[in-house]
């Protein structure tokens, strides 16, 4: 359990880093692009501000996933040994392929923009942008295939999986929904950050008077129409992924619905609230609209519909986790969609940026993409129990045979730090965002001099030309 705690703890917060820089690094292209094609100051100046963000939110989601690899071999070594050979590969293509584009144009991305050239530098810009989806690929993948394992076989001596058919191993039955579900998330979780921003400015601007920057309203728009066209599309995303994973994965949804008595005749009730009781085998309290499930999950009012009642205890997952957890991921894409319609009236009316209600409500949902893909991601994984290859490898026959002082030592030390140094991280992030974009945005090139040259000082360039004697490298 100590272990399951810390990993939990440790993907939790990574994952809100990827889940807001795979959005903002397309998001960056896409003003970048514009910059080069319309030639209006606006964009520059919006790429000059969301740049330093995404620098900083790059920086912390590569150290805290660094962490989650160690933790297969510490923490969960069976695991590793078992699955290695399957999912061993598609991590290290993560690596060479998509984590190298994203590293190795980054600098140019950040830097490059008067040193290599317009053309070069957009370049580095889509580059970067395809390294965060191509990484989500990879990591979704192997994700994937602990949910909905195909392409192996299991060697009897050893009890490993084998690869046998890596098309099927990558391209698991649960990998497109999950791939499409999770990119569309982080866009939308970028879009509601970034209206979140521009609505906070928006409501500064009018309470002191001022005409808010066209940048600003243009970073306030940009993501009003991601709102409105996104996230209905992820409803049915959510809606194919969720048909998906009743195929193969049914208690998971059980559990989802609440579902403890099965429904033979078909006409299923959603329910919207009501307190599981595993224990007992029921849930409480329970409100719920009748037939509903039904027509959600088989798209018709008298098909069969089994519940938990025809899973074994100790097969079932911890139903209320994801049974609250899945309603407030839906709760928030409801209001999602509700705030996108809402922009679209507003701008309908000319009113998009003079309506401090909208602003409100955008700023108040401006964290809300962060916390629907946690809530979603709790739901998948915790659904997933009491397995890590679903079926075939219990989660507790997966995990190192460590005691629990030493596992409850490292937990104590990852809360201290990550805490202390994602703490200050993002701290910093939201002292960026605090002032809204302007003309004379500074590049990262105007504040940082140049690099740390632990070799000694090298002479400044004016400096060496005064005194007659050419710049050089080392002490």
């Known amino acids: 359990m100590l272990a399951r705690i810390q990993f939990a703890f440790t993907v939790s917060f990574h994952f809100l880093f990827p ?37 900083l939110a790059f920086a912390m989601g590569v150290v805290s996933g660094l962490v989650m690899s160690y933790q297969f071999g510490t923490n969960w070594s069976v695991f590793a040994d078992r699955a290695g050979p399957v999912i061993g590969a598609p991590m290290a293509y993560e690596v060479l392929s998509a984590f190298f584009l994203e590293a190795g144009f980054l600098g140019i991305m950040l830097f490059g923009r008067d040193r290599v050239g317009e053309g070069l530098h957009m370049a580095a810009c889509v580059a970067v942008a395809l390294g965060t989806i191509f990484s989500a690929f990879w990591i979704l993948s192997v994700n994937s295939w602990m949910h909905t394992p195909a392409g192996y076989r299991i060697d009897e001596a050893t009890g490993q999986f084998l690869p046998e058919d890596w098309w099927a191993i990558i391209f698991n039955p649960s990998f497109p929904y999950r791939l499409a579900h999770t990119v569309t998330a982080a866009y939308l979780t970028t879009a509601f950050i970034v209206g979140g921003v521009g609505g906070w400015h928006l409501l500064r601007a009018r309470r002191r008077g001022e005409i808010p920057s066209q940048a600003t309203r243009t970073m306030f728009s940009m993501a009003m129409w991601m709102a409105a066209l996104v996230a209905p599309v992820q409803l049915v995303l959510g809606d194919l992924h969720g048909i998906n994973t009743l195929h193969h994965q049914p208690a998971k949804v059980m559990a989802m619905e609440g579902h403890f008595e099965s429904h033979p005749e078909g006409c299923a009730p959603l329910y919207l609230f009501g307190l599981p009781d595993q224990e007992a085998q029921r849930l409480d309290y329970a409100l719920g609209i009748p037939c509903l499930s039904n027509l959600i999950l088989k798209h018709d009012l008298t098909s069969p519909l089994p519940g938990l009642d025809t899973v074994p205890r100790d097969e079932q997952p911890p139903v209320a986790i994801v049974f609250w957890s899945f309603r407030v991921m839906v709760g928030l894409g409801l209001l999602m969609v509700g705030l996108g319609v809402w922009s679209l009236w507003a701008r309908w009316r000319g009113r998009l940026f003079d309506s401090p209600a909208l602003h409100r409500a955008a700023v108040a949902m401006g964290p809300s993409g962060l916390v629907a893909v946690l809530a979603g991601w709790i739901t998948t994984e915790v659904g997933r129990q009491p397995y890590t290859v679903y079926g075939l490898l219990r989660t507790a026959d997966s995990a190192s045979p460590l005691a629990a002082p030493a596992v409850a030592w490292s937990l104590v030390a990852f809360v201290v730090i990550y805490f202390a140094v994602f703490g200050a991280g993002t701290w910093y992030i939201l002292r960026l965002l605090s002032r809204p974009p302007r003309a004379d945005e500074p590049r990262l090139h105007d504040v940082v001099e140049g690099p740390i040259r632990s070799a000694g000082i ?10 007659g004697r050419p710049q050089t490298i080392g002490g």
């Open 19 to 55: 889940a807001f820089t795979i959005g903002l690094a397309s998001y960056l292209a896409v003003l970048n692009g514009l910059w080069l094609w319309t030639r209006e100051h606006r964009y520059l100046e919006l790429f000059r501000y969301w740049v330093k963000v995404f620098a």
């Open 458 to 467: 090298t002479p400044a360039p004016a400096e060496a030309a005064r005194q």
